[in-house]
């Protein structure tokens, strides 16, 4: 990777933290006002990029194995309202048994 490119991405990185401190963080801003409800999304999906890549991601594949169905029970236990700790044991339940049978 070459410097400008380097320096580039570095204040690029460093202007979005400042704007979103700077502008949306301001409660009088107009701007973050009519973000906000944009910008309360932005975790989950981060968080749910994060839990797709971690689930599915290989070295330059996809990979297929338990923890898509432990995963996927988990959903499912989200969707049914379960509490977190439950949603914990029933995907970690699933990822064990499935593992097991393989």
Avoid: H, N
Avoid at 3 to 21: E, Q, R, T
Avoid at 52 to 78: K, P
């Amino acid at each position: 990777m070459s410097w400008p490119a380097l320096i580039v991405l570095v204040v690029g990185a460093y202007g979005l933290k400042a704007f979103g401190v700077l502008v949306l963080g301001r409660p009088d801003s107009t701007l973050g006002a009519r973000l906000e409800p944009l910008t309360s999304l932005i975790p989950a999906a981060l968080f749910a990029g994060l839990i797709a890549v971690q689930t599915v991601g290989g070295d330059e594949t996809v990979v297929l194995d338990a923890r898509v169905w432990g995963v996927a029970a988990g959903s499912v236990a989200v969707w049914r309202k379960a509490p977190f700790v439950v949603v914990v044991l029933i995907a970690m339940a699933v990822t064990a048994f499935v593992r097991w049978q393989t």
